[in-house]
T-cell receptor, first 118, second 114 residues
Framework: ETGVTQTPRHLVMGMTNKKSLKCEQH?????MYWYKQSAKKPLELMFV???????ENNSVPSRFSPECPNSSHLFLHLHTLQPEDSALYLC?????????????????FGPGTRLTVT | AQKITQTQPGMFVQEKEAVTLDCTYD???????LFWYKQPSSGEMIFLIY????DQQNATEGRYSLNFQKARKSANLVISASQLGDSAMYFC???????????WGAGTKLIIKP
């Protein structure tokens, strides 16, 4: 596997379900990101992990719970979601300095998980 | 305020023609990076090209070039000899040196006509 992978690619879940999205990066990067992309809206940054530490939580509801067990893996645990949470969830990775500043600027993205909440 | 503006929600272009996608930005940071990403209908976000604010020359990557006009705060993407496979959403993004969060534009949907 190369680059950034995400599973599952598609997910349909009810509002009472619990599910998890998985992201894995094979680029040796030390920062990982979760984005939400809703129709006709700019990408919304949800969470940032630098060196496995969560450094950003952009006012994301607690029904979304991230987990970063190591620098290569990132999870997004979902529970009691709402229909408005239906969106494309994108994972990305990049290389950052210990201060959190970008070392290389590009973020590399996975293919995304298209989530539908019924 | 730090902001990216893409004024073209959609564009139709004839195959093999060149196309310019507009992007203007606003930041008070003296140092920043500008990016273009392509998102096909399959959903993945593909990095295309990067321009640093202190780069003297416009960035080029194959058929992609970035027309960087710093005084106007614009960073337009130029695609030469467009192909059907270029049909996608295109996003402009900025990374000010003062933080590490990309600031995204709303995107332009490009459709290449045969």
């Amino acid at each position: 596997e190369t680059g950034v992978t995400q599973t599952p690619r598609h997910l349909v879940m009810g509002m009472t379900n619990k599910k998890s999205l998985k992201c894995e990066q094979h680029l040796g990067h030390n920062a990982m990101y979760w984005y939400k992309q809703s129709a006709k809206k700019p990408l919304e940054l949800m969470f940032v992990y630098n060196f496995k530490e969560q450094t950003e939580n952009n006012s994301v509801p607690s029904r979304f719970s991230p987990e970063c067990p190591n620098s290569s893996h990132l999870f997004l645990h979902l529970h009691t979601l709402q229909p408005e949470d239906s969106a494309l969830y994108l994972c990305a990775s990049s290389q950052v300095r210990p201060s959190g500043r970008q070392l290389t600027y590009e973020q590399y993205f996975g293919p995304g998980t298209r989530l539908t909440v019924t | 305020a730090q902001k990216i503006t893409q004024t073209q929600p959609g564009m139709f272009v004839q195959e093999k023609e060149a196309v310019t996608l507009d992007c203007t930005y606003d930041t008070s940071d003296p140092s920043y990076g500008l990016f273009w990403y392509k998102q096909p209908s399959s959903g993945e976000m593909i990095f295309l090209i990067y321009q640093g604010s202190y780069d003297q020359q416009n960035a080029t990557e194959g058929r992609y070039s970035l027309n960087f006009q710093k005084a106007r705060k614009s960073a337009n993407l130029v695609i030469s000899a467009s192909q059907l496979g270029d049909s996608a959403m295109y996003f402009c993004a900025m990374l000010p040196d003062s933080n590490y969060q990309l600031i995204w534009g709303a995107g332009t949907k490009l459709i290449i006509k045969p």
